[in-house]
């Protein structure tokens, strides 16, 4: 009933990641699990490729055209699409919430379904400060808010790929209206289209996650020049590096990270690589 689709580019080691926290952490979760991706020099495309037959039951589209790709995955997808790029990855459970995400959001009143961000979540990467919570309508784990009237920062967007879940139907309503050419413009011109205009009041006020955050996003490097995002403040990994100790047989060790200082969406993990067949 819900079907994934992650965007990638020159990062296969780190789609590799993500992959192995869905398999520790998202049991049954998703139907369909896509990743539309594009590599910028053979060597790139050859981490794909390796990664394509490391990960037999995903389906790896090649991109031709990131737009009508994207626009052709969500016209056939399931009731229900989630949204993820490749820098992100589970650290905590989310296979026994499947009932909860699936009834939350098919309800009619309901944007999104976060799960980059949760009830312990408490500093925004982006606006660089700590958040005034929202005032949240509790019902069991799930947290439900108004994202209009949310503090500056994730709580307030509501158009994000980061783990978050839409009605189809829905959510082609908003993309339907608006062009984009990669990740980042794709997400960019939704927010600017519908949360930061006048016409956010066309927007369902409502969204969900759950009470701990179950997704991070670590910018350890960065692989597109249209926004200057910070990188590798922390931990620097660049894609380069990266992708050659894939091709050397090196994996990232998911069971050696340290989560303990994650309290937001955005936040650098040190990547702890182990060969492969260990």
């Known amino acids: 009933m819900i079907d994934?689709?992650?965007?990638?580019?020159?990062?296969?080691?780190?789609?590799?990641?993500?992959?192995?926290?869905?398999?520790?952490?998202?049991?049954?979760?998703?139907?369909?699990?896509?990743?539309?991706?594009?590599?910028?020099?053979?060597?790139?495309?050859?981490?794909?490729?390796?990664?394509?037959k490391a990960w037999p039951d995903v389906r790896?589209?090649?991109?031709?055209?990131?737009?009508?790709?994207?626009?052709?995955?969500?016209?056939?997808?399931?009731?229900?699409?989630c949204l993820l790029s490749d820098d992100c990855f589970f650290f905590r459970d989310v296979s026994?919430?499947?009932?909860?995400?699936?009834?939350?959001?098919?309800r009619e009143e309901i944007l999104g379904f976060i799960l980059g961000i949760g009830?312990?979540?408490?500093?925004?990467g982006t606006r660089r400060h700590?958040?005034?919570?929202?005032?949240?309508?509790?019902?069991?784990?799930?947290?439900?808010w108004d994202w209009q009237q949310a503090d500056?920062?994730?709580?307030?967007?509501a158009f994000m790929v980061c783990g978050c879940f839409y009605k189809r139907d829905d959510y082609l309503s908003y993309v339907d209206?608006?062009?984009?050419?990669?990740?980042?413009?794709?997400?960019?011109?939704?927010?600017?289209?519908?949360?930061?205009?006048?016409?956010?009041?066309?927007?369902?006020?409502?969204?969900?996650?759950?009470?701990?955050?179950?997704?991070v996003h670590s910018l350890n490097n960065r692989v597109q020049d249209i926004f200057?995002?910070?990188?590798?403040?922390?931990?620097?990994?660049?894609?380069?590096d990266m992708n050659e100790a894939y091709l050397s047989g090196k994996v990232v060790d998911l069971e050696a990270l340290d989560f303990s200082e994650v309290d937001g969406l955005h936040k650098e993990i040190e990547f702890i690589l182990r060969n492969e067949d260990e």
């Open 4 to 52: 994934l689709l992650t965007f990638s580019k020159d990062r296969a080691l780190q789609m590799d990641l993500l992959l192995q926290s869905m398999d520790k952490h998202c049991d049954n979760l998703f139907n369909d699990v896509a990743v539309l991706y594009t590599s910028s020099t053979p060597e790139f495309e050859s981490g794909y490729e390796k990664l394509a």
């Open 60 to 81: 790896f589209i090649k991109e031709t055209n990131f737009e009508e790709d994207t626009r052709k995955f969500l016209r056939e997808a399931s009731e229900i699409v």
């Open 96 to 106: 026994a919430y499947q009932k909860q995400i699936i009834d939350t959001i098919s």
């Open 119 to 124: 009830g312990d979540s408490r500093y925004s």
């Open 130 to 144: 700590k958040f005034r919570m929202p005032d949240f309508t509790k019902e069991d784990n799930v947290l439900i």
């Open 152 to 157: 500056k920062g994730e709580f307030e967007c």
């Open 177 to 215: 209206q608006v062009r984009f050419q990669n990740p980042n413009t794709f997400e960019s011109v939704l927010q600017k289209t519908w949360q930061y205009s006048p016409r956010r009041v066309e927007v369902k006020k409502l969204c969900a996650c759950l009470d701990e955050q179950k997704i």
């Open 228 to 240: 200057r995002n910070k990188f590798g403040e922390v931990y620097p990994f660049s894609a380069k």
